[in-house]
């Protein structure tokens, strides 16, 4: 009996996911009648970040079934679900960062502007560079300082910049840390707050010029003021490229969000219950399992 | 900047009033075990030591017990107890700096750093001859070892953690393995192998392979621990930054392990450079100064000490004494430049 709901579950979820897939393009028009930012988007139209029927195990135990989602560039996507549901291994699965866990599997397709990022012969190196991750514990690299940590990316894969300084100044801005650390560049990156911290991890990502960015539960250390600083420098960021952010934190996900999807596991494997846009899922939610999750009545 | 009217009273700083008990129990103390060992046959330094020990738990345990409970008296006996545990452990090693700086330094000169013993003999006086051959030996095969078993050692222990190879369980067992070789085997097998086998003759670089057999197993066991503690977050953030797991140790692992690398580097020319048993078997021992490590006997402190010891004349123990002194100097002078070249730099988080 439980496999039959199973079934019918799933077989449900598929629909729904049909229904709620939308393309980058029926995407992009739907952002832009909300926020005037074209020119900039059309360039890095190509490169949005899709996931197609994830299924990912760790050894023979099954954590995510038939997962399939679409992210726009000049987006932001929100993860949300309780503990559990699979949400960070998704995420994690999207630059591959999963297979460091030595018993992990995959199958199913991730693709960047339409190439598998997991194909033959795909350098994992450039697909990181592509897609930046910020973790859920800020982590600044100890040994450098605030400048070095901010261009470590360049160093570290070995790009060539014509100007460093402009390269910092522009990162830090973006992220939102500028004014705060201008004045001590040559400060350890230890020395910061925790928010601030987070903020450097942010810039130090963007500086390797990503088309997507991975956020795990960036928030989840922090305080209410460097929460929101950090939602403001995500809205900010979201004009030019694609934003991914897991958080257990459901008005964080109303806020900053465009496009939500809902991740439950019943035990067994989690599955994507709902996917669409932000205002949809928290107002008008197609199943009655995201409204209980989004109105707090589980999870 | 204006006075602050209140000032720091508690719980510092109690007054001597408040003392009283702890100042009564010290001179009950002092006069009980005084009085002890005046009556009782409990008698010498042993006895003293005894006495006080078994007084001062006594006291301290009644005057808690008094004054609060029971509680405070076990808690008044452990103090005792690990007050008494932390002097054993530095009286050992403080009488045995006093005794080397007592024997040794009064032969201590300019000079002997600048004279080797080549033209003097054993029963000459100190302002004859000197241990320049052997500090210079001892410099060389030290160096060597370190430079042959750092690489070695870290690249083991990268192995372990960081590549985390099929073969890490096994590469961590001989690692273990290793550092329990007994150092004359160590010597008995460069003796064996690079210089009966091979052909060689007694010189530096055989004694630095001996003691860089000592010192892998101690670097790389140490540096594993070490950089076991460096969080993987940050090997995770390099990662995700597009950097390859060559770049990754190098600039962020490497770095942030860097204290703690050094560390084991000390540990390791702690465990090998007053070695005297591998060195007998390889460096052949020499009287004249050789700046060759290729080429040639040689000398080293430790083998300078154990000579000059076995000859017994009142002059050749004072040199052997000189010799420990001076070891124990280098060695010394070696941890500092080292602590100050490894420290870290920056907020630790």
């Known amino acids: 009996m439980t496999q039959e709901i199973g079934d019918s579950e799933r077989k449900d979820m598929k629909t729904q996911t049909r229904e709620t897939r939308v393309t980058p393009s029926s995407l992009a028009s739907v952002a832009s009648q909300s926020q005037p930012r074209s020119t900039e988007r059309e360039i890095i139209e190509g490169m949005g970040l899709e996931a197609r029927n994830i299924y990912a195990w760790f050894g023979k135990k099954l954590v995510l079934e038939d997962i399939s989602m679409d992210f726009a560039p000049g987006t932001v996507t929100a993860l949300i679900g309780p503990s559990g549901c699979g949400k960070s291994t998704f995420i994690r699965i999207l630059n591959r960062m999963h297979e460091f866990i030595p018993t992990a599997a995959l199958a199913g397709d991730v693709l960047l502007g339409g190439k598998d990022i997991y194909g033959a012969g795909v350098d994992v190196t450039k697909i990181r560079l592509k897609i930046g991750m910020v973790f859920q514990k800020p ?83 922090l305080d209410p003021g460097s929460t929101l600083r950090i939602e403001e420098t995500i809205r900010e960021l979201s004009e030019s490229i694609s934003i991914v952010i897991v958080t257990h934190n459901m008005q964080q996900a109303a806020r900053v969000s465009d496009y939500t999807g809902f991740l439950l596991s019943d035990g067994g494997p989690g599955k994507l219950i709902e996917f669409g846009s932000t205002s949809e899922i928290f107002s008008n939610p197609k199943d009655k399992r995201t409204l209980d999750y989004v109105t707090g009545r589980f999870g | ?183 004359i085997v160590a010597g008995l097998f460069i003796y064996a192998v690079w210089m009966i086998g091979l052909g060689n003759s007694y010189n530096v670089m055989a004694g630095a392979g001996a003691l860089a057999i000592l010192m892998i197993p101690t670097v790389a066991r140490t540096s594993e621990e070490v950089l076991k503690l ?120």
């Open chain 1, 139 to 221: 982590n600044p690299f100890p040994s450098m300082t605030i400048r070095e940590n901010v261009l470590s990316g360049i160093k570290l894969a070995q790009l060539k910049v014509d100007n460093q300084e402009e390269l910092l100044q522009n990162c830090l801005v973006r992220a939102g840390l500028w004014d705060e650390v201008k004045d001590r560049l040559d400060e350890y990156g230890g020395a910061l707050s925790g928010g601030q911290q987070q903020r450097l991890c942010i810039a130090r990502s963007l500086a390797v010029n990503p088309k997507a960015l991975l956020m795990d539960e960036p928030c989840s250390a």
């Open chain 2, 230 to 349: 460096i969080p993987n977050d940050l090997r995770e953030a390099g990662l995700a930054l597009g950097a390859t797991q060559w770049r990754t140790i190098a600039m962020i692992i490497l770095p942030a392990a860097k204290s703690g690398l050094v560390t084991s580097v000390i540990l390791g020319i702690a465990r090998v450079a007053g070695e005297t048993a591998p060195l007998l078997l390889t460096i052949g021992g020499a009287d004249a100064l050789n700046l060759n490590p290729f080429e040639g006997n040689s000398s080293a402190l430790p083998f300078y000490v154990w000579k000059n010891y076995s000859l017994g004349n009142p002059e050749s123990i004072q040199r052997a004494w000189l010799g420990v002194i001076v070891l124990m100097m280098m060695v010394f002078i070696f941890f500092s430049l080292a602590r100050y070249f490894g420290r870290t730099k920056g907020a630790r988080r």
């Open chain 2, 1 to 183: 900047m204006s006075t602050l009217a209140v000032k720091p009273t508690k719980p510092w700083r109690p007054k001597v009033r408040n003392l009283a008990p702890e100042i009564f129990g010290a001179f009950f103390t002092a006069f009980a075990t005084l009085a002890i060992v005046a009556i009782t046959p409990l008698k010498g330094r042993l006895g003293f030591s005894f006495a006080l020990i078994a007084m001062a738990v006594f006291t301290s345990a009644t005057i808690s017990w008094l004054r609060r409970d029971r509680k405070a008296a076990l808690n008044s006996v452990s103090t005792v107890f690990v007050y008494v545990a932390a002097a054993f452990v530095i009286i050992p090693l403080s009488s045995l700096l006093f005794e080397i700086v007592r024997k040794g330094i009064g032969g201590l000169s300019w000079g002997i750093f600048t004279r080797d013993m080549s033209l003097a003999s054993a029963d000459s006086p100190l302002t004859e001859g000197g241990l320049l051959h052997a500090v210079v030996g001892t410099l060389y095969v030290v160096a060597l070892a370190t430079i042959i078993s750092t690489p070695i050692g870290f690249l083991a222990s990268l192995y372990i953690v960081e590549v985390k190879g099929r073969f890490a369980a096994l590469v961590r067992f001989f690692v273990q393995a290793m550092s329990g070789i007994p150092s």
